[in-house]
């Protein structure tokens, strides 16, 4: 294997005039298309100094040029860092400084707050596009080299540190992982995948796009989820994938399915799938949804089979080459994986990287999981403090550790609780002075800093905290205390 984008570009010439992206208003685009923009864009980020190995942070909305953007970067060489585009400008700055790019690209309306948060240099995709007046060599030169274990892609994950460390991908890792699923899913040219996603994650960005643009089939590519926009594209997707919350949102219209919906195939993580959500998708369109586990550091691990039983509650087998175990056969434990889709370590941080691994090489993923006799997989809970909210991480930590330098709260706990849209809603447990700003006003000062997918839902102010012996905050008893707070 080299280059991904050298795989791209096989399919892409075998499927000349075939439809490979319809945007709707923002047009259609066939597989020679794919070749033309990204190079184009390849050579506007040559033209400002963009070369191998280079980082090229990317915060932009989801549009169609990202994805030429992302691809150009993957041609040139360059290592593909994208960015929530909720992030603030506080958050920003902490990638740009880890990261180090030679080029950050954004918004129009950020380009100034992101130049003074940094000096490197900032574009924006008009700087990029087409009518920038650079164009691309004639006829277009090759990708640039590079060999299995040069970067792709940095993808920024938390620990139970709560500061975001870059899980580095190689072009391995991403092409193995993209091939497994095409294989597992039965992706073909055929195909026609509803993108609702964003494309700055995982799931969106790798799993969605890749299984499409390898096996040269056509995308339905949407701006953002709704469920309206869903129920309109369905009839015309054969795969689509979400991560729950789109699936307790579809099943909350009450047109849905209607009688011109006949994917073959809906595919659901990122988080838990409810075992509830699971039954009532069944009993709604007779299809059961296949439910896959993934992680940032190592992209889709397990998987429900295409063919055979999806079982409700668990995540399947681990896909093929992916090698997966728990520390103490047959108990609950956190489960450790093998494989090529496993990542090279963390950005520029050894430490984590070497305490993350086990000695023989097993990357430990902080899930704590069960696997049966016949090697299906169960997520049963995390080993890890993190919230999983509509299908975004959230860090207690992070909140926690912003929540306390407001000087009129004594101590925070942050805990998720059940949601019935999020899955798990962000939750602020205070220790308060009789000074401190009322709820809506903390949550207002909090979305100044953090994404507002992170502020939490509710901010609840109580007396001290509970703590054990050791003194350590009880979350559990918070969580039991507050169980209902979201119920319908
Ligand atoms: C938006 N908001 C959220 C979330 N999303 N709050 C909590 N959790 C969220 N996930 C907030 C906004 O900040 C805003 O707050 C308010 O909700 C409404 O925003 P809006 O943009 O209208 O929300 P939405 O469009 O309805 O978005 C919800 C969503 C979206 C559709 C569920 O979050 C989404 O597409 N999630 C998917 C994320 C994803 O791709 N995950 C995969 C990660 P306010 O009103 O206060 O401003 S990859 C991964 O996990 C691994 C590898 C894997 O296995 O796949
Ligand atoms: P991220 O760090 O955003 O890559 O999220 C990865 C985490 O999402 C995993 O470590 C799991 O905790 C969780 N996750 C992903 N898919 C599933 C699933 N199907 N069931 C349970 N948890 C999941």
């Given at each position: 294997?080299?280059n991904?984008?050298?795989?791209?570009?096989?399919?892409?010439?075998?499927?000349?005039?075939?439809?490979?992206?319809?945007?709707?208003?923002?047009?259609?685009?066939?597989?020679?298309?794919?070749?033309?923009?990204?190079?184009?864009?390849?050579?506007?980020?040559?033209?400002?100094?963009?070369?191998?190995?280079?980082?090229?942070?990317?915060?932009?909305?989801?549009?169609i040029?990202?994805?030429?953007l992302?691809?150009?970067?993957?041609?040139?060489?360059?290592?593909?860092?994208?960015?929530?585009?909720?992030?603030?400008?506080?958050?920003?700055?902490?990638?740009?400084?880890?990261?180090?790019?030679?080029?950050?690209?954004?918004e129009s309306?950020?380009?100034d707050?992101v130049?003074?948060?940094?000096?490197?240099?900032?574009?924006?995709?008009?700087?990029?596009?087409?009518?920038?007046?650079?164009?691309?060599?004639?006829?277009?030169?090759?990708?640039?080299?590079?060999?299995?274990?040069?970067?792709?892609?940095?993808?920024?994950?938390?620990?139970?540190?709560?500061?975001?460390?870059?899980?580095?991908?190689?072009?391995?890792?991403?092409e193995?992982?993209?091939?497994t699923?095409?294989?597992?899913?039965?992706?073909?040219?055929d195909?026609?995948?509803?993108?609702m996603?964003?494309?700055?994650?995982?799931?969106?960005?790798?799993?969605?796009?890749?299984?499409?643009?390898?096996?040269?089939a056509?995308?339905?590519?949407?701006?953002?989820?709704?469920?309206?926009?869903?129920m309109?594209?369905?009839?015309r997707?054969?795969?689509?994938?979400?991560?729950?919350?789109?699936?307790?949102?579809?099943?909350?219209?009450?047109?849905?399915?209607?009688?011109?919906?006949?994917?073959?195939?809906?595919?659901?993580?990122s988080?838990?799938?409810?075992?509830?959500?699971?039954?009532?998708?069944?009993?709604?369109?007779?299809?059961?949804?296949?439910?896959?586990?993934?992680?940032?550091?190592?992209?889709?691990?397990?998987?429900?089979?295409?063919q055979?039983?999806?079982?409700?509650?668990?995540?399947?087998?681990a896909?093929?080459?992916?090698?997966?175990?728990?520390?103490?056969?047959?108990?609950?434990?956190?489960?450790?994986i093998?494989?090529?889709?496993?990542?090279?370590?963390?950005?520029?941080?050894?430490?984590?990287?070497?305490?993350?691994?086990?000695?023989?090489?097993?990357?430990?993923?902080?899930?704590?999981?069960?696997?049966?006799?016949?090697?299906?997989?169960?997520?049963?809970?995390?080993?890890?403090?993190?919230?999983i909210?509509?299908?975004?991480?959230?860090?207690?930590?992070?909140i926690?550790?912003?929540?306390?330098?407001?000087?009129?709260?004594?101590?925070?706990?942050?805990?998720?609780?059940?949601?019935p849209?999020?899955?798990?809603?962000?939750?602020?447990?205070?220790?308060?002075?009789?000074?401190?700003p009322?709820?809506?006003?903390?949550?207002?000062?909090?979305?100044?800093?953090?994404?507002?997918?992170?502020?939490p839902?509710?901010?609840?102010?109580?007396?001290?905290?509970?703590?054990?012996?050791?003194?350590?905050?009880?979350?559990?008893?918070l969580?039991?205390?507050?169980?209902?707070l979201?119920?319908?």
């Amino acid at each position: 294997m080299t280059n991904l984008f050298t795989s791209i570009e096989s399919v892409a010439n075998a499927r000349g005039a075939a439809l490979a992206f319809d945007c709707d208003e923002h047009g259609r685009f066939s597989y020679a298309d794919v070749l033309t923009r990204s190079a184009q864009f390849a050579a506007a980020l040559g033209a400002v100094g963009v070369g191998a190995g280079d980082r090229v942070a990317v915060q932009l909305d989801k549009h169609i040029d990202v994805v030429w953007l992302y691809l150009a970067v993957l041609r040139q060489g360059a290592v593909y860092v994208p960015l929530n585009t909720g992030y603030t400008d506080t958050e920003l700055g902490y990638f740009i400084d880890d990261a180090g790019p030679r080029l950050v690209v954004v918004e129009s309306n950020r380009a100034d707050s992101v130049r003074e948060l940094s000096h490197v240099r900032v574009a924006t995709l008009d700087d990029l596009r087409e009518d920038s007046g650079i164009d691309p060599p004639t006829p277009i030169g090759p990708p640039v080299a590079r060999s299995d274990d040069d970067l792709a892609a940095i993808l920024y994950t938390s620990g139970t540190t709560g500061r975001s460390k870059g899980a580095m991908l190689s072009h391995a890792n991403l092409e193995s992982n993209a091939r497994t699923l095409i294989e597992a899913w039965g992706f073909t040219a055929d195909d026609v995948l509803l993108h609702m996603l964003p494309i700055y994650h995982v799931h969106g960005l790798f799993v969605a796009l890749h299984c499409a643009l390898l096996s040269g089939a056509a995308t339905l590519f949407a701006a953002r989820f709704d469920a309206a926009t869903a129920m309109a594209l369905l009839p015309r997707a054969t795969v689509f994938m979400g991560v729950p919350t789109y699936y307790t949102r579809l099943l909350n219209e009450p047109a849905f399915p209607s009688p011109e919906i006949a994917l073959r195939l809906y595919v659901c993580g990122s988080a838990p799938l409810r075992v509830e959500t699971f039954a009532l998708f069944e009993e709604r369109t007779g299809q059961r949804i296949l439910e896959r586990y993934g992680m940032t550091e190592a992209g889709m691990i397990c998987s429900n089979p295409l063919q055979g039983e999806r079982i409700a509650g668990t995540v399947g087998p681990a896909l093929a080459g992916v090698h997966v175990r728990l520390p103490e056969a047959g108990a609950p434990g956190v489960l450790e994986i093998n494989g090529p889709n496993v990542f090279k370590g963390y950005w520029e941080d050894v430490e984590k990287t070497t305490e993350s691994f086990t000695e023989d090489g097993y990357f430990i993923t902080g899930d704590v999981a069960t696997i049966d006799a016949h090697g299906v997989v169960s997520i049963v809970g995390r080993d890890k403090d993190v919230i999983i909210s509509g299908g975004l991480n959230v860090y207690p930590k992070e909140i926690e550790t912003t929540l306390d330098a407001i000087g009129t709260i004594n101590e925070s706990a942050v805990i998720g609780l059940n949601h019935p849209d999020f899955g798990e809603a962000v939750v602020a447990v205070i220790d308060a002075t009789a000074q401190c700003p009322d709820e809506a006003t903390l949550i207002a000062t909090l979305k100044q800093t953090l994404a507002s997918f992170k502020v939490p839902k509710r901010v609840l102010t109580i007396g001290a905290l509970p703590r054990n012996a050791m003194g350590k905050v009880q979350k559990n008893l918070l969580r039991e205390q507050f169980a209902g707070l979201f119920d319908r």
